[in-house]
């Protein structure tokens, strides 16, 4: 049965066949639930900390049997203003191909809450990728305020003192029909890039937690999909560094001009 906690509402389930209804109570039972959440985020403020923490780079299994994956970038002449520009600008797949000319296949499109140049908090996107050797999946990412999982208070004393320059927040899946919530959002994962910037241009750490939908089952995500996930976001963000500058002062409508190099 479709506990009462589960927030599922009525008029969702109203008009749903057998079958569609067995899956939707399949989902929520795979969904982490509040409690599961709060043991896999009990330490994500460390996330906003300029000081190392115990996994930069590298993967973990977590107790309930979800992936924790990590990688840290450098990202040269980019700053934490120019990545929170580049998810409200690219909306193409040869945009896509600028951030990965290899694993990136295809850009299925935004809904409508995403506003070119203006947001992307809310909004969903559908892609096609692959990860290292792993072949193209499809992808849905619906992105949050990053205030909806860290302490408010740790995260705008971040911002204040630049321990932190850019932060986002977005629920992940994959496959070709992912799994979602009433909220629209994908069960299956988490996904955090951090910002901070630097004397070098900015430091990125990138954290997701996945395998919602595997996690209590005996074949669970593998390590394999980890590190091809680590070797994906390292590549995207060194390709995406070489290019981002130039494209962010020729595009960006804040007011924001290129120094001069000579």
Avoid at 175 to 185: Q, R, W
Wanted: hydrophobic residues 40%; glycine residues 8%; charged residues 20%.
């Amino acid at each position: 049965m479709i506990k009462e906690g589960s927030r599922m509402s009525l008029s969702f389930l109203h008009g749903c066949s057998v079958e569609r209804l067995n899956n939707v109570i399949k989902i929520v039972s795979m969904k982490p639930t509040k409690e599961t959440e709060e043991v896999m985020f009990r330490n994500i403020n460390t996330l906003l900390s300029p000081k190392p923490i115990a996994l930069e780079a590298g993967i973990s299994r977590l107790e309930n049997g979800m992936l924790h994956i990590a990688m840290r970038n450098v990202l040269h002449h980019c700053k934490g203003k120019m990545l929170d520009w580049w998810f409200k600008y690219f909306e193409t797949t040869a945009d896509l191909k600028l951030w990965h000319p290899h694993d990136h296949v295809e850009h299925g499109g935004w809904d409508s809450k995403w506003i070119k140049y203006e947001n992307y908090i809310g909004a969903t996107i559908h892609a096609t990728e692959s990860l290292g050797d792993i072949p193209p999946v499809q992808a849905t990412i619906k992105f949050h305020d990053p205030a909806d999982i860290f302490n408010v208070d740790v995260l705008k004393q971040a911002y204040a003192d630049g321990s932190v320059s850019a932060v986002v927040y977005a629920r992940i899946g994959f496959g070709e029909n992912t799994p979602v919530d009433h909220n629209g959002d994908p069960i299956d994962g988490y996904m955090f890039h951090v910002v901070r910037d630097t004397v070098q241009g900015c430091t990125l750490r990138s954290h997701f937690y996945l395998g919602a939908l595997m996690a209590d089952r005996e074949n669970q995500l593998s390590d394999e999909v980890g590190f091809g996930l680590m070797e994906h976001c390292y590549s995207e963000f060194t390709y995406l560094a070489q290019v981002l500058p130039s494209l962010y002062y020729a595009e960006n409508k804040n007011g924001d001009k290129a120094p001069f190099l000579w």
